[in-house]
């Protein structure tokens, strides 16, 4: 499996795109004090194979990088932080 992770951001949202096809997405909404992520989507032939985790670090990643502040309103990028506690200074408080 040969996994690229982009963003896209004229869909608001990160790509898994194996072969130029889109097979996972984390979805964002930029604001002006956060990136709120409201959605994460895997395709049904690729759940299992740790795209979600893949998708969300490089998302993380960028927010650090910016500076900005992330927002986890998805399930599964909530419970991506409570495993990665070392991005937790990147989490936007209310």
Known sequence: M???IVDN???SRYEA???GT????VE????EDFTAFP?????RDHRGQGLAGMLVRQAMDDIRESGDKAYPLC???KEWFTKHPEYEDIIYRV
């Open 9 to 11: 951001p004229d869909r």
């Open 2 to 4: 040969s996994v690229q």
């Open 39 to 43: 959605h994460t989507e895997v395709s």
């Open 75 to 77: 399930p599964y990028v």
């Open 22 to 25: 889109v097979v996972a997405y």
């Open 28 to 31: 964002y909404d930029r604001h």
């Open 17 to 19: 795109q194996e072969d």
